[in-house]
């Protein structure tokens, strides 16, 4: 799901940069580690801040970076226009659908883009299936219990079936093959959710 104009607003302003920047991006690379010699995919890449982080901050070696929004791509071709192939992929593209084949990235990340996704236990499902075995899911997730709080119900836009607690979100990486164990903390009293999903090494059978 697209976000509304209000939230479109926020996410590509100086605050929501800073934030990333500043908090966001190094509780994540605390709990996950360096990203060099890897190649990375990003869900939901927005203007492209996370994107130069991984390279930046995270050190990764090549970046696929994909958005359901095209305008949001455009923004993002902007940013990132000193970063050329293949060290840069940007793509348009649907989380519950990833076009590329099996066991093709080294890490996944996620800075808070799932919550926008009504089938979110696919996405979970596809970020599984394009993992290598011993590959990393790195996430900062938003949770039903932010979602539900008066000021963003009625400023912003979110799909209002299946969103996930905390705990639920955990448990369906597990169900996927994602293992988590210690490896997350959670903020604001479980308002946000961060951590890590190492896949296992063994087959997953995923449906077609």
């Not at 993992?131 to 000021?151: A, D, H, M, S």
């Not at 164990?181 to 604001?188: A, G």
Request: contains cysteine.
């Amino acid at each position: 799901m697209k976000m509304n104009f209000l939230e479109s607003f926020v996410m590509n302003s100086f605050i929501r940069t800073w934030f990333l920047k500043n908090l966001e991006a190094p509780t994540l690379l605390e709990l996950s580690g360096s990203l060099k010699d890897h190649a990375v995919l990003e869900i939901g890449c927005g203007q492209g801040v996370g994107t130069e982080l991984l390279f930046n901050m995270f050190n990764a070696k090549k970046v696929m970076a994909m958005d359901i929004d095209l305008k949001m791509i455009r923004r993002a071709q902007k940013r990132l226009r000193n970063y050329d192939a293949p060290k840069l992929i940007l793509h348009a593209g649907d989380a519950t659908n990833i076009t590329t084949r099996d066991e093709m990235f080294d890490a996944v990340v996620n800075f808070s883009a799932l919550h926008h996704v009504p089938q979110w236990q696919k996405a979970i499902t596809e970020i599984a299936r394009v993992l290598k075995p011993g590959g990393r899911f790195i996430f900062e997730e938003v949770t039903r219990q932010w979602i539900e709080r008066w000021p963003n119900r009625l400023l912003f836009l979110h799909p209002k079936e299946s969103r996930f607690t905390d705990l639920e979100f955990l448990q369906e990486l597990e169900k996927n093959g994602l293992k988590v164990e210690d490896r997350f903390t959670t903020k604001k009293k479980g308002d946000f959710i961060f951590g890590v999903g190492i896949r296992e090494t063994r087959s997953i059978q995923h449906p077609k």
